[in-house]
């Protein structure tokens, strides 16, 4: 998986297309470390996954690269 993903921020790149994540995505797959170290810490307790866009992620537009 990390092969495809590298290899579509390279194409979006080289071609002047938008990224398929934004400074949210990195917020959320950075929040992951931290979120787990508690958990691990407090006996695999669940935790509250904080919501960096304060629920505007219902009106994102879809990605370019998905399509119905």
Request: hydrophobic share 45%; net charge negative; proline share 4%.
């Amino acid at each position: 998986m990390d092969f495809i993903m590298l290899w579509r921020i390279i194409h979006c790149l080289r071609n002047g297309q938008p990224l398929d994540q934004d400074v949210y995505d990195a917020a959320s797959w950075s929040a992951l470390f931290d979120l787990s170290e508690k958990s691990v810490r407090n006996r695999s307790e669940a935790q509250d996954f904080p919501d960096f866009t304060r629920g505007q992620w219902i009106n994102r537009a879809p990605l370019g690269v998905v399509t119905a």
